[in-house]
């Protein structure tokens, strides 16, 4: 440090009072005593982004110091205690000369720092955070303030069940993955075949013959490895559905067979869990949200399937490959949407594509209070299922 700096410090040392760490923590705590309507003391971080990560004092506000001015705002009352730290004491003490000219009556720094606050033994907390590659990797999400690192780490921390790798499953899983969704579950029994490369962007030539879930986890696990991908190779059935969902937050359902979407209504209705629903047929795509008892179940649209002669799933039925993309994609975002809790989610809304014509349509759809499975009477645990009588492949 030169003359001049020493200057400025010795200068700092007479404006601006020091405090003890203990003298610090014993008037936090006795502040905590004291109740809600006796905060006086303002205790602020004044280090570095990457200093606070590591460790901070609890209760701490932080306002890393080149924001000092920009951000004190957080602390309207000027006649406030503030008392200022950062590492080793002299950049809380010449922040606190800032505070001063500001107009802060009372402005104490605590002397020594988070190091000696450290070195005392007293109580710190460790927020959690993203790694630096993380940061990275999800940058663009941390520029929108309804993601930010916040909503990363829900992101992360959620288990998104995809029922099938198929059309509608691999878009969606795949960006899921790319979103940093921590947890993906695939439930899907068969092989890749030659005809599904058409539109199942998770495989690939050199997989056919393989699992769909195998292939869809090598896929993923490329491109991304902070999602760790749970395999399920099985038929959803009455005997594992309710230990397989148990286990997710959303369900995105990428299934095109009737007894199956029956078998999950009910069992995501016990379980309390949302499906994101979606379908596709030649140049159409349909998608909405069922949230149990917020919005109408599958059993209020249809309490009943269909006749098996009607039905598209009993017959392989054509799409465009771009389709499922689409709609997989809107899977994709409903599912984001649930998580982060942001935005309306399309419960209650049927929303439609239609390729051909460029357009997008919704219609209302309303709770049946006579729904056999989420009505007022409805009892989803002894509703019947439906034999998969067509055993077409999804
Ligand atoms: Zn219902």
Same mark, same amino acid.
């Given at each position: 440090?030169?003359?001049?700096?020493?200057?400025?410090?010795? +200068?700092?040392?007479?404006?601006?009072?020091?405090?003890?760490?203990?003298?610090?923590?014993?008037?936090?705590?006795?502040?905590?005593?004291?109740?809600?309507?006796?905060?006086?003391?303002?205790?602020?971080?004044?280090?570095?982004?990457?200093?606070?990560?590591?460790?901070?004092?609890?209760?701490?506000?932080?306002?890393?110091?080149?924001?000092?001015?920009?951000?004190?705002?957080?602390?309207?009352?000027?006649?406030?205690?503030?008392?200022?730290?950062?590492?080793?004491?002299?950049?809380?003490?010449?922040? $606190?000369? *800032?505070?001063?000219?500001?107009?802060?009556?009372?402005?104490?720094?605590?002397?020594?720092?988070?190091?000696?606050?450290?070195?005392? $033994?007293?109580?710190?907390?460790?927020?959690?955070?993203?790694?630096?590659?993380?940061?990275?990797?999800?940058?663009?999400?941390?520029?929108?303030?309804?993601?930010?690192?916040?909503?990363?780490?829900?992101?992360?921390?959620?288990?998104?069940?995809?029922?099938?790798?198929?059309?509608?499953?691999?878009?969606?899983?795949?960006?899921?993955?790319?979103?940093?969704?921590?947890?993906?579950?695939?439930?899907?029994?068969?092989?890749?075949?030659?005809?599904?490369? +058409?539109?199942?962007?998770?495989?690939?030539?050199?997989?056919?013959?393989?699992?769909?879930?195998?292939? /869809?986890?090598?896929?993923?696990?490329?491109?991304?490895?902070?999602?760790?991908?749970?395999?399920?190779?099985?038929? @959803? !059935?009455?005997?594992?559905? /309710?230990?397989?969902?148990? !286990?997710?937050?959303?369900?995105?359902?990428?299934? !095109?067979?009737?007894? *199956?979407?029956?078998?999950?209504?009910?069992?995501?209705?016990?379980?309390?869990?949302?499906?994101?629903?979606?379908?596709?047929?030649?140049?159409?795509?349909?998608?909405?949200?069922?949230?149990?008892?917020?919005?109408?179940?599958?059993?209020?649209?249809?309490?009943?399937?269909?006749?098996?002669?009607?039905?598209?799933?009993?017959?392989?039925?054509?799409?465009?490959?771009?389709?499922?993309?689409?709609? $997989?994609?809107? +899977?994709?975002?409903?599912?984001?949407?649930?998580? @982060?809790?942001?935005? !309306?989610?399309?419960?209650?809304?049927?929303?439609?594509?239609?390729?051909?014509?460029?357009?997008?349509?919704?219609?209302?759809?309303?709770?049946?209070?006579?729904?056999?499975?989420? $009505?007022?009477?409805?009892?989803?645990?002894?509703?019947?299922?439906?034999?998969?009588?067509?055993?077409?492949?999804?």
């Amino acid at each position: 440090m030169g003359e001049a700096s020493r200057e400025i410090m010795r +200068q700092a040392r007479r404006q601006v009072p020091e405090w003890s760490t203990v003298k610090v923590h014993e008037s936090l705590a006795h502040q905590h005593e004291a109740g809600p309507e006796h905060q006086d003391i303002v205790l602020v971080d004044v280090r570095e982004k990457h200093e606070w990560s590591e460790g901070h004092i609890p209760g701490a506000l932080h306002v890393p110091r080149g924001y000092l001015e920009l951000q004190i705002e957080a602390v309207p009352d000027k006649t406030k205690t503030v008392v200022l730290y950062c590492a080793g004491g002299i950049r809380s003490l010449m922040a $606190g000369t *800032t505070l001063q000219q500001m107009g802060y009556k009372e402005v104490i720094s605590m002397a020594g720092g988070f190091g000696a606050w450290k070195g005392k $033994g007293l109580p710190f907390v460790q927020p959690r955070t993203l790694s630096e590659a993380q940061a990275k990797r999800y940058s663009r999400h941390l520029l929108v303030p309804e993601v930010g690192e916040e909503g990363q780490l829900k992101l992360l921390d959620a288990r998104v069940l995809l029922i099938g790798a198929g059309g509608l499953g691999s878009p969606a899983g795949y960006y899921l993955a790319a979103a940093g969704v921590g947890t993906i579950g695939i439930i899907d029994a068969d092989v890749v075949d030659e005809s599904n490369l +058409q539109r199942q962007i998770l495989h690939n030539t050199k997989r056919i013959g393989q699992y769909k879930a195998e292939s /869809a986890r090598e896929t993923i696990e490329a491109l991304n490895p902070d999602v760790k991908v749970i395999t399920h190779i099985e038929r @959803l !059935d009455e005997t594992n559905v /309710a230990r397989i969902i148990a !286990d997710y937050d959303v369900i995105v359902d990428g299934t !095109d067979n009737f007894p *199956t979407r029956y078998l999950l209504n009910d069992a995501a209705l016990m379980a309390n869990k949302p499906v994101v629903h979606g379908s596709v047929f030649r140049f159409e795509g349909q998608l909405t949200v069922f949230k149990p008892y917020e919005g109408p179940c599958y059993r209020c649209l249809y309490p009943e399937p269909p006749p098996i002669a009607l039905a598209p799933s009993c017959a392989e039925a054509g799409v465009l490959g771009v389709l499922p993309g689409i709609i $997989g994609l809107l +899977q994709a975002t409903e599912t984001v949407k649930l998580v @982060l809790g942001i935005g !309306d989610p399309l419960v209650g809304r049927l929303m439609t594509y239609d390729a051909l014509a460029g357009e997008f349509n919704e219609l209302r759809l309303f709770r049946d209070p006579k729904c056999p499975a989420c $009505g007022e009477n409805g009892h989803p645990e002894d509703l019947p299922t439906y034999a998969d009588v067509c055993a077409i492949p999804a």
